[in-house]
């Protein structure tokens, strides 16, 4: 698997292409733990209280990647 860091470089370099176990690896390394997942959502929330709802499916579209940078202040 890629370390986080490259992942993050995938992201910014190309966002179409990122899969939800991808997204899913670079949220937890940024402190957010899934809560649910209902239906084709999934909801993460971090320690601050910050949620972050992604419509699970592959690849994930370019403005969901692009929420997840910012909100990791990528």
């Known amino acids: 698997m890629a370390s986080v ?4 470089q995938k ?3 190309q966002p179409n ?7 899913d690896k670079v949220l937890a390394a940024y402190g957010y733990t899934m809560l649910r997942q209902r239906s084709s959502h999934r909801s993460y929330r971090n ?3 910050e949620m ?3 419509a699970v499916k592959n690849p994930l579209r370019a403005a969901c990647v692009k ?4 909100r990791i202040n990528q």
Do not use: H, T
Request: charged share 25%; glycine share 8%.
């Open 5 to 8: 860091e490259k992942l993050i």
């Open 17 to 23: 292409g990122i899969s939800p176990q991808e997204a």
């Open 11 to 13: 992201m910014k370099s």
């Open 47 to 49: 320690d601050a209280g």
């Open 67 to 70: 929420d997840i940078l910012q």
């Open 52 to 54: 972050v709802i992604i």
